[in-house]
């Protein structure tokens, strides 16, 4: 029997398993059982195992038991004084019929696709299930399900899925409710048993789920608001951006990009202010920029200033544009049907450098600035101002001596057909736009023209752009421009040779990365990422009456 | 924290059973890659070590403890949408403990506390616990449980549960708040992601009659933002905190159905999930970028409904477990406007159309260990067209191999 128990207790310790179904059953007694293979058969003493069939019937004895093991694990146990038969072992229906005495119960579940174990009384359909049956010897059937589900219906045709913990009792007159079995039963199971651990830790995991949905949501949201990303150098950016109303005249617009590896913050503003009150809704102030030029009307507001600011935090690069009233000018030079529009009396746009190296170069402080900051480039065109009924076109430089010098100085009639035809009358050139120096100027490029250079750092075809100016008096002014995806890819972009940074707004639906560095910048950088429409804000902000299509 | 999880995850299985601690578990490690559209993730993996040690003093007492510890070497599909490189592994650790007491009458109550860690890697350069959306989640929980019948022919077992989730970005706070005073920012609040959540939820399970199961889940969860503040239109942040309400719905029928004579025999259960979910926010958006500049009220608030048919098929004379799931949802954003492709905004709200099909086999290798492959397939398509810092229109797929070792 030793020997029997060892090869039986790898059946009995396995779990519900797949592998390798057969359709034999093998039962193995101990003590006082007989068997037979058919009602018409004699019943004969069984001592060893054997493999038992459809048809055939089992009872024990007193103080006597028998085993009833199935390829997929499964395994029933008799009691004593059991009679127990098997009708059907096939793979559509196992058939067992417990007769009277009492049965044990361990179903897999995968011998049959139906699993029917029926009494007098009752026909139990299993479902992966432990459970006792007791058949009295009137056919009164007791049941207690330890775990798992059982399917009962009674001769009545009432049915009742039976689970875990749960009693059912079915007479010849039908069944009563099951009930579940009192914590002092002893079939109660235990409080953190296996089976119940599992459906615990299902049920919390189903509604921690819903937690770890939202924190992944929460940084999904951050993406969607463009909040973190990647630069083009491979670094992780956190980007914020606010919009600020210093009053109901202006508003700025705030951002910073961070990277916390490398310890650094760069960020910058945007300053828009107005003449008058601008409405709450942000969205409606292009209309007014739009309104400042060539309108037939008097505008009822227009900008008064616009600043770009960028800044590592040591060292900064701003950009200023200083707008006078809008006045009427006859703009007739422009087509015959235009006549008199409103246009800013002047625009004064001023590039201007800071930081602690910047103070110490030539020039540092001058112009009321302070200290540490110093005009790099300045453009400047009003009307009628400096030149009577004309507008006057002035583009200063830093020169070989650190001041502020003149390059080009055009002006323009701006109702004299001819005049507009040619592009103004050109009064400075230094850079040799002309074709030449101006005769009259002494300071012709030697001290006064910069060197610029443009360069496609990743090669045509992909958005990134750099500009040098190399100035006279030995400082330069890198500002590279980058479209970028998320992923710090740089984009490819319809490169139009003709125009290389007018196709980077042009896009205008990527990060624009702003890489701005000097000689002055002792080594630092500058580095944001924004939204490209403040460059395009800015472009629009700075285009001037040449190069405007009126319509 | 992450020590004491794994070291005791490890020790899990040889934990003298003779102690009266009952261990189940499993191991399950994977190898695999994703896609995303026509990018490809490098090939890489994930780990889940999952423990419970359950020790029962009685039928009316017992204690759980759970851990988990799992670690993957990817971006999950919708973080891949968010942007940045293919590249992230995250390490989640997350212990637990349970009490269970149960009463007379089918009524138990189960008490628990928890704490989880997650630390993300999202660039190869990014130092383990320097993740900016490392967090810390502090659990506990209160389940009522009854289990009872419905009629005469149908076990029944409910919860109501209340679980409290307070969670901590340790690393994230807003630039503004870092940086604001010298900038003269505005203040959206410093710690804006981290939350309080109060869940109520309900959970009924209904074991049906001709081998079908239907289950029925409702919760209710009340979101503080402690540290973030309400923007306004003007771009304000007020003084009041963002506070959201999620609401969810979930219905699911199962049924079991008689085995297919084919292939030594397959038994098919076709499953079925419905479910709903809003969430209203009183938070606000507003677009500062200066082209389309627009202010959004509610902005997060959203209607979500979304269909599951799945289906398992065990092919009994092998061992091998197909499962088959198939997933369709739709999202309405009820205030956010869909973006053309430029930026500017449409008149239509924002909806986001998901479907995803995933394929799973697994084949016993031996007792308790099977191999295993993944597949999935997913795709979203939206009516926002506005794509520079999110992905609302793609299609993603991946596939894993591994084993998975039950204990």
Redesign the interface.
């Known amino acids: 029997m030793k020997a029997l128990h060892l090869v039986l207790l790898p059946l009995l310790a396995a779990q519900p398993c797949l592998g390798a179904v057969t359709q034999d059953i093998i039962m193995a007694p101990e003590g006082k059982v007989e068997a037979r293979t058919g009602p018409a058969a004699a019943w004969v003493p069984v001592e060893n195992k054997v493999r038992i069939a459809a048809g055939a019937e089992i009872r024990t004895g007193n103080d006597s038991k028998a085993g009833v093991f199935f390829p997929d694990g499964s395994r029933f146990m008799l009691g004593n004084n059991t009679l127990f038969s098997v009708d059907a072992t096939g793979k559509k229906k196992a058939g067992f019929q417990l007769k009277f005495g009492r049965l044990k119960a361990a179903v897999a579940g995968y011998f049959s696709s139906r699993f029917e174990v029926r009494t007098p009384s009752a026909v139990c359909a299993v479902r992966g299930t432990e459970f006792d049956l007791d058949v009295a010897k009137d056919g009164g059937t007791e049941m207690n399900v330890s775990e798992g589900l059982v399917e009962v219906n009674d001769s009545k045709g009432a049915m009742a899925v039976v689970s875990s913990e749960e009693r059912i009792k079915v007479g010849m007159d039908g069944m009563t409710p099951p009930e579940t079995v009192s914590l002092k039963d002893e079939s109660a199971g235990l409080a953190a048993r296996p089976m119940a651990v599992r459906q615990e830790t299902a049920r919390e995991r189903t509604r921690t789920m819903l937690e770890e949905l939202r924190n992944r949501e929460l940084k999904a949201n951050e993406a969607q608001l463009g909040k973190d990303s990647i630069d083009a150098f491979g670094k992780r950016v956190r980007i914020e951006e606010y919009l600020l109303r210093p009053s109901n005249k202006e508003f700025k617009l705030l951002f910073l990009s961070r990277r916390a590896e490398e310890g650094r913050l760069d960020w910058g503003h945007l300053i828009e202010r107005f003449q008058n009150k601008i409405p709450d809704d942000i969205s409606q102030v292009g209309g007014i920029i739009n309104g400042m030029y060539f309108s037939k009307t008097a505008p009822v507001n227009w900008m008064k200033y616009f600043e770009v600011y960028l800044t590592n935090t040591i060292d900064s690069v701003k950009e200023t544009i200083d707008f006078g009233n809008p006045v009427s000018i006859d703009f007739s030079g422009y087509g015959a049907g235009v006549g008199s529009r409103y246009y800013p009396s002047s625009i004064d746009y001023k590039q201007i450098l800071s930081g602690p190296g910047v103070a110490l170069a030539v020039g540092a402080g001058t112009g009321g600035l302070n200290a540490d900051e110093r005009a790099q480039f300045q453009q400047t065109q009003d009307y009628n101002s400096s030149t009577a009924g004309q507008f006057t076109f002035t583009q200063k430089v830093v020169n070989a001596s650190g001041a502020l010098a003149v390059l080009e100085k055009t002006t323009l009639n701006p109702a004299d057909l001819a005049d507009v035809s040619a592009g103004g009358t050109n009064i400075t050139d230094n850079a040799g736009l002309w074709g030449g120096p101006y005769p009259s100027d002494p300071d012709y490029s030697a001290t006064i023209n910069p060197v610029t250079t443009e360069v496609y750092p990743s090669g045509p075809g992909k958005a990134d752009f750099m500009v040098t100016s190399t100035y006279e008096d030995g400082s330069t002014l890198s500002s590279r421009k980058l479209l970028v995806l998320n992923d710090g890819k740089i984009m490819d972009t319809t490169f139009n040779p003709a125009d290389p940074a007018g196709s980077f707004v042009k896009e205008g639906s990527f990060n624009l990365e702003l890489a701005v560095t000097s000689n002055l910048f002792q080594g630092r950088n500058i580095d944001v990422l924004i939204a490209p429409e403040i460059l395009s804000q800015q472009k629009s902000a700075t285009t001037t009456a040449d190069s405007f299509a009126i319509r | 924290m992450k020590r004491l999880i794994i070291v005791s995850l490890l020790c899990a299985p040889w934990i003298a059973d003779a102690k009266g601690v009952?261990v189940?578990g499993k191991l399950d490690l994977y190898g695999g890659q994703y896609f995303f559209g026509s990018r490809s993730g490098a090939f890489n993996g994930y780990g889940i070590l999952d423990a419970?040690l359950?020790?029962?003093?009685?039928?009316?007492?017992?204690?759980?403890v759970?851990a988990r510890s799992v670690y993957t070497g990817f971006k999950?599909v919708?973080?891949l949408?968010?942007?940045?490189?293919?590249f992230q592994q995250s390490l989640d650790d997350s212990i637990g403990a349970?009490w269970?007491?149960?009463?007379?009458?089918?009524y138990s109550l189960?008490p628990?506390i928890g704490v989880k860690n997650?630390l993300f890697r999202?660039?190869k350069?990014?130092k383990w616990g320097?993740g900016?959306?490392d967090?810390n989640?502090y659990?506990a929980?209160l389940t009522l449980e009854r289990?009872?019948?419905l009629g005469?022919?149908?076990?029944w077992t409910y919860?109501f549960?209340w679980?409290f989730?307070d969670?901590r970005y340790t690393?994230f706070k807003?630039?503004?708040s870092?940086?604001g005073q010298e900038?003269?920012?505005?203040n959206?609040g410093s710690r804006v992601?981290d939350?309080f959540?109060n869940?109520f939820?309900y959970?009924s399970e209904l074991?049906?009659?001709?081998?079908m199961k239907a289950e029925i889940?409702a919760?209710v969860?009340l979101?503080d933002y402690p540290d973030q503040r309400v923007i306004n239109?003007?771009?304000?942040y007020l003084s009041s905190k963002r506070s959201d309400s999620?609401q969810?719905l979930n219905l699911g029928l199962s049924k079991?159905l008689?085995?297919l004579?084919a292939l030594g025999?397959i038994?098919p259960v076709l499953g079925l999930t419905a479910g709903l979910a809003n969430l209203f926010s009183n938070q606000n958006?507003?677009d500062?970028?200066?082209?389309?500049?627009?202010?959004i009220g509610s902005y997060?608030d959203y209607l979500e409904t979304r269909l599951a048919p799945n289906a398992q098929f065990?092919?009994?004379?092998?061992?091998l477990?197909l499962r088959l799931g198939y997933e369709f949802a739709v999202r309405r954003y009820t205030d956010r406007l869909a973006q053309k492709?430029?930026?500017t905004y449409t008149q239509s709200r924002l909806s986001q159309y998901s479907s995803s099909a995933s394929l799973e086999a697994a084949y016993?290798l031996a007792?308790?260990l099977d191999l295993k492959l993944q597949g999935n397939w997913a795709a979203s398509y939206s009516n926002n067209r506005?794509?520079?810092?999110?992905r609302y229109n793609y299609e993603s797929s991946m596939y894993f191999a591994g084993l998975e070792w039950r204990f």
């Open positions: 009952e189940t419970q359950a020790k029962s003093y009685s039928t009316s007492s017992g204690l759980i759970s999950q919708n973080e949408s968010g942007g940045g490189t293919l349970k269970i007491k149960r009463y007379e009458g089918g189960k628990r997650e999202e660039t350069d990014e320097e900016l959306y967090f989640r659990e929980g289990k009872t019948r005469l022919s149908t076990p919860q549960s679980d989730y969670t690393r807003s630039l503004a870092q940086y900038l003269a920012a505005p959206p992601l939350t959540t869940q939820s959970d074991d049906l009659p001709g081998f889940f919760a969860s979101v239109s003007a771009g304000a999620y969810a079991r008689n085995d004579d025999r038994r958006h507003l500062t970028d200066p082209k389309h500049l627009k202010y997060y065990s092919f009994i004379s092998s061992g477990v492709a430029d930026g016993p007792h308790s506005y794509e520079q810092v999110y």
